[in-house]
């Protein structure tokens, strides 16, 4: 098969690879349409995020839906054919994590596109087969694979337990806010104002799910006395993360979902005397029959959010185009076309 390898900082190549062989409970995909997340571009442009570091080739790419072309001993011939999208995590399902429901946490996790693991700039992937989520025609290649950003967005809002009249307060209308934004909406928040310092995002992010889009600088004191019920941190910017936590009402839930600086003073007498939830986000748990759902029923707008398509000999172009602030998603192809 042909496979995008980043073999070095800035640098990609395609390459030939044996096509992958499921394993007894696993299910082997040829790839449709794989979404470029931030944190493909982190890996890309800095050799690493955190203590993740990319040592070798590595194939990156995470939001991936596609086909099922082979499946493992173990799992029905029924199977193939079936249009999927694909959970990019492995967790043991043995440990106490996983054992408590929260495989996210899995210190065994094997997690697509994250050193040393592969991704999904290939032509084909293998998968659980219990997370390879069976998906109706009516979704694109693209929508299929956005579906797992749109995951991201629905376990923030588990998480700040947003719910029906909410007023939720999000920074960053990136994608990841926009998803957070769109999931708030599905939830039954009747208000979401989200901030963002650059214009055209503000004026784009009214179409996914906002219902106010504000200038944090010109806007200061209003968000400061919103007395939001949640507030969704997007950014990893600290400014954005302090004032947010300000603006949220007695007993409201902080969720930082953004990764910025490694550290940051947290304003923590406020947080105890206003009693707030103050939690983060890493992946999720169990979103993916809710993500489906919420695209098939129109809910969110996932295809409105591709904003460049490329193909798999033009990844390295994909890996750079978020630097355009017009830009929304970047999606490749690798089926050859969009469906």
């Not at 909406?185 to 009747?190: C, N």
Request: aromatic residues 4%; hydrophobic residues 45%.
């Amino acid at each position: 098969m042909r496979a995008s390898v980043m073999t070095g900082v800035r640098q990609v190549e395609v390459q030939e690879r044996p096509v992958p062989t499921p394993g007894d409970d696993e299910v082997l995909v040829r790839v449709g349409s794989v979404g470029v997340c931030g944190s493909d571009v982190h890996y890309f442009t800095a050799g690493r995020i955190g203590d993740m570091v990319v040592t070798g080739p590595l194939v990156l790419g995470h939001e991936v839906g596609g086909t099922v072309v082979g499946v493992g001993r173990d799992v029905p011939e029924s199977r193939l054919g079936q249009r999927v999208a694909v959970e990019p995590q492995k967790p043991c399902r043995r440990c106490r994590q996983c054992h408590a429901g929260r495989m996210n946490l899995c210190p065994h996790m094997v997690f697509y596109a994250t050193p040393p693991v592969d991704g999904a700039f290939c032509e084909y992937v293998t998968a659980p087969a219990d997370f390879a989520h069976p998906v109706p025609d009516s979704l694109s290649d693209a929508a299929v694979g956005l579906l797992e950003p749109l995951s991201v967005g629905i376990w923030a809002m588990h998480k700040a337990a947003v719910g029906l009249g909410d007023r939720v307060l999000v920074a960053g209308a990136g994608p990841i806010g926009a998803m957070v934004a769109m999931a708030a909406r599905a939830r039954g928040a009747t208000e979401v104002v989200v901030t963002d310092l650059v214009q055209s995002r503000r004026e784009r992010i009214l179409s996914f799910g906002a219902t106010r889009a504000l200038d944090p600088r010109e806007s200061a004191a209003e968000i400061a006395s919103m007395e939001a019920d949640a507030f969704v941190d997007c950014t990893g910017a600290t400014p954005a993360v302090l004032s947010g936590i300000g603006a949220v009402r007695g007993g409201g839930a902080v969720v930082l979902v953004g990764l910025g600086a490694e550290t940051m003073d947290i304003p923590v007498q406020l947080v105890a005397t206003r009693e707030l939830t103050l939690t983060g986000v890493f992946r999720y748990v169990d979103t993916w029959p809710r993500a489906i759902e919420l695209a098939r029923t129109g809910a969110v707008d996932l295809d409105g959010m591709v904003t460049a398509r490329y193909d798999l000999d033009s990844v390295d172009e994909a890996l750079l185009a978020d630097s355009d602030p017009l830009s929304m998603k970047a999606v490749v192809d690798v089926a050859g076309g969009p469906r």
